[in-house]
């Protein structure tokens, strides 16, 4: 299959929603790590055929994923959050609000 896209013959567009399967798929069934996880990720996205869906948002997230016990969708999250500033997160997670850069809040 991505040999194919490879030739030209399509490209392939990654929603966010299967990322999120992938990396949860790789962390809970495949034991990767966080580096791994990324590593792979970023090759996929290094493919020309293929587009990751806010991609910009997903490697900063790879990359504080990679430097913090936090989960990928918490890095997603905080990396989203910083994104869009000026916003304040709202969370009840204090590890969450210990590792973002933003203004954090309880909701």
Do not use: K
């Not at 020309?48 to 991609?55: N, R």
Request: with cysteine.
């Amino acid at each position: 299959m991505w040999n194919t896209g490879a030739s030209g013959a399509f490209n392939i567009f990654v929603p966010l929603l299967v990322l999120f399967e992938v990396i949860f798929t790789l962390e809970r069934s495949y034991h990767h790590t966080p580096e791994r996880v990324a590593a792979t990720v970023r090759e996929i996205a290094g493919l020309p055929h293929v587009t990751i869906e806010s991609w910009a948002t997903i490697d900063v997230a790879l990359r504080r994923h990679t430097t913090t016990a936090l989960g990928f969708a918490d890095c997603f999250i905080i990396a989203i959050t910083e994104h869009h500033q000026p916003a304040t997160l709202l969370t009840f997670d204090q590890q969450l609000r210990r590792q973002s850069l933003t203004d954090t809040a309880d909701p």
